[in-house]
């Protein structure tokens, strides 16, 4: 089961232009909507957008596989933290940078730390590319729906034998 963590990464990564849609950052409600996890509790102004959108972009790569985390640590690198220590916990503190790139930079961690971000993945479907949280135990989905887009591509694919 996804984690809130995982569920605003994944709502994030969704908001990009893929499959004929528009970017959701691009529109204030739209982006309202997927930052709030993040902390934005109005629409975000634009000067702040371009910073999110190139987090996001880095993040989609790395989902992908084909980013590179040293490029993820370059542009999260103006959002500093401090501990805070407690009896029986730790919270990062976030002291610099923009309060929401923070907040998704501390849900990747959190996706990192528990070995979960690898489940954080895009659809096979070239056409679709949507991103999903694979469940699974075997950690082997492939598709975001396997009755949309895993059944459409199985059943081209077995068309394209049969020819």
């Known amino acids: 089961m996804a984690t809130g963590a995982a569920t605003a990464i994944v709502d994030l990564l969704n908001s990009r232009p893929y499959a004929g ?4 950052l691009d529109d204030p409600a739209a982006a309202q909507l997927v930052l709030r996890p993040f902390g ?3 629409p975000p102004p634009a000067s702040r957008i ?3 959108r190139a987090v996001r972009d880095t993040l989609v790569s790395l989902a992908d596989e084909s980013g590179d985390w040293a490029d993820l640590t370059a542009r ?3 959002s500093v933290f401090n501990f805070n220590f407690e009896a ?3 919270r990062l503190r976030q002291v610099t940078g923009d309060p929401v790139v923070g907040r998704v930079a501390q849900a990747v961690a959190t996706l990192v730390e528990e070995g979960n971000w ?3 993945r895009l659809c096979a479907n070239e056409i679709c590319r949507e991103a999903f949280y694979d469940s699974t ?3 082997t989905r492939r598709w975001h729906s396997y009755e949309y887009c895993g059944n459409k591509v199985n059943v ?8």
């Open 137 to 139: 135990r075997s950690r």
């Open 76 to 78: 999260l690198s103006g």
């Open 156 to 163: 081209a694919a077995h068309r394209a034998r049969g020819k």
């Open 118 to 120: 690898s489940r954080v």
């Open 50 to 52: 371009e910073q999110i």
């Open 40 to 42: 934005q509790e109005e």
């Open 21 to 24: 849609l528009a970017d959701k």
């Open 88 to 90: 029986d916990s730790v």
